[in-house]
């Protein structure tokens, strides 16, 4: 290295430091102005495009993109003179191109739910009126062709969901669980005869508000499930329908629709033996049922280690109270708690209060010393807002409309500008210690060690070994993010070329309860800074 940047590197770090004192980490960008519709539900694909979903009965407004085919949803035209909405509201935007470009949905996609399958495309099932049991893919392409929703005529859910969750199962199936007046469970693809699962959990949990929905649904790596509705939780086997086990109840109030907060487990990591659940924020009990807009939201998170013999929820207070906030697994294993308000609940016109400010949380730090305040966004994000993680590290904010139909000219109006947020690790001073993939395997097998060749532009390796952290593209909507997950390979450096070159040696999960299989952003981790993400097929 030359001594000119020595200096400007120590220069760098100075003016960051005196940034720092002066402000909150992490930058706010705009990346698209207008995307025209308010994405209720939002994916990255393994073509580094991100697909915008809304509902598509919000007939007939000038906005959403213009459609060939008129649609008049057959459950709300009672009105007497049925008004055709020839708008569609799903979309793709290239992260390259800022012009998304739209897709043709027909059936009401309203609170639905998705999970990519092993093959890379997405499942995306339910949603209200027409879309109740509809089952539509969505197999991505890369920004030259014109890859377009499928909506399935052959085959349907056993059961209507509305407000349900899916998740990928070690094998690669994909489970649907709960929704609005289901206490049951079915697969995709669906088992030979169909049919559902009874899931009285669910019923178990119900309280005078419905604050079961959504639930939180996380796939343990024992390979069974860790499902959590209201306060309540169990160790779910899915092949055996049994419940295991029941977790100690959460204190504080209920935590999914319409109270909710957000959850996710932890990185998976070492041996994989074990699994941590965190649970966030939340509205006040009763703020639903009374429409109080300005109840204040919970402040309070629970962790607990869902594989330990004897589980208890360990309590800690974020810095600022929060109802619809997403957290969102990071590629260091930090979560990032974005978006929502500080008052309210869940529904039209619930909310108020928002909370600008994003939380960083970091797992290994002590109790009463994991969470960071971030530097604040403009806009406010409430009902029906999505954040997703992208390849580069930074994370994508879409949507917010709590309204029944787009308002542009209210208090919380109707937003359809995207953002992203960078975290600090994308600060200017990190530029010289990002590592940057070079080489990685298109596949990697269950087991199998695999090589990824990377440079650094300011080789100080010496001091440690990078990660290799693999993270699911999950189904972010309502603020939960369906089949989130990060897990951290084993790895070690095998060999160093040039200075700033290596070669990691990774050993991919053992099996699909560590990874379910499908595609994976694998990131390479030095000191705390991600590089750009590669999209690797786990089969
Ligand atoms: C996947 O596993 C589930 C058990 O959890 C089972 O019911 C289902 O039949 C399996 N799917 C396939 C395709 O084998
Ligand atoms: C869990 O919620 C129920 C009401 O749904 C309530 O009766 C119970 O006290 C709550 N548990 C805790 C620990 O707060
Ligand atoms: C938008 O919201 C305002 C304030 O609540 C209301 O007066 C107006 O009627 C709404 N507009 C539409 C198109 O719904």
Same mark, same amino acid.
């Given at each position: 290295?030359?001594?000119?940047?020595?200096? !400007?590197? &120590?220069?760098?770090?100075?003016? %960051?430091?005196?940034?720092?004192?002066?402000?909150?980490?992490?930058?706010?960008?705009? &990346?698209?102005?207008?995307?025209?519709? +308010?994405?209720?539900?939002?994916?990255?694909?393994?073509?580094?495009?991100?697909?915008? =979903?809304?509902?598509?009965?919000?007939?007939?407004?000038?906005?959403?993109?213009?459609?060939?085919?008129?649609?008049?949803?057959?459950?709300?035209? /009672?009105?007497?003179?049925?008004?055709?909405?020839?708008?569609?509201?799903?979309?793709?935007?290239?992260?390259?191109?800022?012009?998304?470009?739209?897709?043709?949905?027909?059936?009401?996609?309203?609170?639905?739910?998705?999970?990519?399958?092993?093959?890379?495309?997405?499942?995306?099932?339910?949603?209200?009126?027409?879309?109740?049991?509809?089952? @539509?893919?969505?197999?991505?392409?890369?920004?030259?062709?014109?890859?377009?929703? /499928? %909506?399935?005529?052959?085959? %349907?859910?056993?059961?209507?969901?509305?407000?349900?969750?899916?998740?990928?199962?070690?094998?690669?199936?994909? *489970?649907?669980?709960?929704?609005?007046?289901?206490?049951?469970?079915? &697969?995709?693809?669906?088992?030979?005869?169909?049919?559902?699962?009874?899931?009285?959990?669910?019923?178990?949990?119900?309280?005078?508000?419905?604050?079961?929905?959504? #639930?939180?649904?996380?796939?343990?790596?024992?390979?069974?499930?860790?499902?959590?509705?209201?306060?309540?939780?169990?160790?779910?086997?899915?092949?055996?329908?049994?419940?295991?086990?029941?977790?100690?109840? !959460?204190?504080?109030?209920?935590?999914?629709?319409?109270?909710?907060?957000?959850?996710?487990?932890?990185? =998976?990591?070492?041996?994989?033996?074990?699994?941590? *659940?965190?649970?966030?924020?939340?509205?006040?009990?009763?703020?639903?049922?009374?429409?109080?807009?300005?109840?204040?939201?919970?402040?309070?998170?629970?962790?607990?280690?869902?594989?330990?013999?004897?589980?208890?929820?360990?309590?800690?207070?974020?810095?600022?109270? @929060?109802?619809?906030?997403?957290?969102?697994?990071?590629?260091?294993?930090?979560?990032? *708690?974005?978006?929502?308000?500080?008052?309210?609940?869940?529904?039209?016109?619930?909310?108020?209060? #928002?909370?600008?400010?994003?939380?960083?949380?970091?797992?290994?730090?002590? $109790?009463?010393?994991?969470?960071?305040?971030?530097?604040?966004?403009?806009?406010?994000?409430?009902?029906?807002?999505?954040?997703? $993680?992208?390849?580069?590290?930074?994370?994508?904010?879409?949507?917010?409309?709590?309204?029944?139909?787009?308002?542009?000219?209210?208090?919380?109006?109707? /937003?359809?500008?995207? /953002?992203?947020?960078?975290?600090?690790?994308?600060?200017?001073?990190?530029?010289?210690? @990002?590592?940057?993939?070079?080489?990685?395997?298109?596949? *990697?097998?269950?087991?199998?060690?695999?090589?990824?060749?990377?440079?650094?532009?300011?080789?100080?390796?010496?001091?440690?070994?990078?990660?290799?952290?693999?993270?699911? +593209?999950?189904? +972010?909507?309502?603020?939960?993010?369906?089949?989130?997950?990060?897990?951290?390979?084993?790895?070690?450096?095998?060999?160093?070329?040039?200075?700033?070159?290596?070669?990691?040696?990774?050993?991919?999960?053992?099996?699909?309860?560590?990874?379910?299989?499908?595609?994976?952003?694998?990131?390479?981790?030095?000191?705390?800074?991600?590089?750009? +993400?590669?999209?690797?097929? &786990?089969?």
């Amino acid at each position: 290295m030359k001594p000119s940047n020595v200096i !400007l590197i &120590l220069l760098i770090w100075m003016l %960051e430091i005196l940034a720092l004192h002066a402000d909150f980490p992490g930058t706010w960008e705009v &990346l698209v102005h207008n995307a025209r519709i +308010a994405s209720m539900h939002t994916v990255v694909t393994r073509f580094n495009t991100v697909v915008l =979903l809304d509902r598509t009965d919000l007939s007939p407004t000038e906005h959403g993109y213009p459609r060939y085919h008129c649609h008049v949803d057959p459950q709300i035209s /009672e009105d007497p003179e049925p008004r055709p909405d020839c708008y569609t509201y799903s979309a793709v935007y290239d992260l390259i191109n800022p012009s998304p470009r739209p897709l043709t949905i027909i059936t009401d996609t309203w609170c639905s739910s998705g999970q990519f399958l092993p093959d890379g495309t997405l499942l995306q099932t339910g949603g209200d009126h027409d879309g109740f049991k509809k089952i @539509r893919m969505f197999a991505p392409c890369d920004t030259k062709s014109l890859c377009d929703w /499928e %909506e399935l005529d052959d085959i %349907e859910l056993t059961q209507g969901r509305w407000y349900s969750t899916n998740q990928i199962l070690p094998n690669g199936s994909v *489970i649907i669980l709960g929704g609005k007046d289901a206490v049951s469970i079915e &697969l995709f693809p669906p088992k030979s005869g169909g049919g559902v699962v009874n899931f009285p959990f669910l019923a178990d949990a119900a309280d005078d508000q419905m604050d079961t929905l959504y #639930p939180y649904v996380h796939l343990l790596p024992n390979g069974h499930l860790f499902v959590f509705a209201n306060n309540k939780s169990v160790l779910y086997d899915h092949t055996n329908n049994i419940v295991l086990k029941q977790y100690p109840q !959460l204190e504080g109030g209920p935590r999914n629709y319409p109270s909710a907060g957000s959850s996710v487990m932890l990185a =998976l990591t070492g041996d994989y033996s074990s699994a941590t *659940i965190i649970v966030c924020g939340g509205a006040q009990y009763g703020a639903y049922n009374a429409m109080h807009t300005t109840a204040p939201a919970k402040s309070s998170c629970g962790r607990i280690e869902a594989t330990a013999k004897e589980p208890v929820w360990e309590m800690e207070d974020m810095p600022v109270r @929060r109802i619809m906030g997403d957290m969102v697994m990071l590629p260091t294993g930090d979560i990032l *708690i974005i978006n929502g308000a500080q008052s309210g609940s869940q529904g039209f016109e619930l909310a108020s209060n #928002p909370c600008l400010h994003p939380v960083l949380y970091k797992p290994d730090a002590q $109790l009463g010393s994991r969470f960071f305040i971030q530097n604040p966004g403009k806009v406010p994000r409430l009902y029906h807002s999505t954040a997703n $993680l992208l390849p580069d590290g930074r994370v994508l904010l879409a949507g917010s409309n709590p309204h029944s139909y787009y308002n542009f000219s209210t208090e919380f109006p109707t /937003e359809l500008k995207i /953002e992203a947020f960078s975290p600090d690790y994308l600060s200017p001073v990190n530029k010289f210690i @990002r590592p940057t993939i070079i080489e990685i395997p298109e596949k *990697i097998r269950y087991g199998g060690g695999f090589d990824v060749v990377v440079t650094v532009d300011f080789p100080v390796m010496v001091l440690g070994v990078p990660e290799v952290n693999i993270a699911s +593209a999950p189904f +972010a909507t309502h603020s939960f993010s369906q089949g989130q997950r990060l897990v951290k390979l084993d790895v070690s450096v095998a060999w160093s070329g040039r200075l700033g070159s290596y070669r990691l040696a990774c050993k991919a999960p053992p099996d699909g309860k560590v990874a379910p299989p499908g595609y994976y952003m694998v990131f390479v981790v030095y000191r705390g800074v991600p590089s750009v +993400a590669k999209w690797v097929q &786990l089969v």
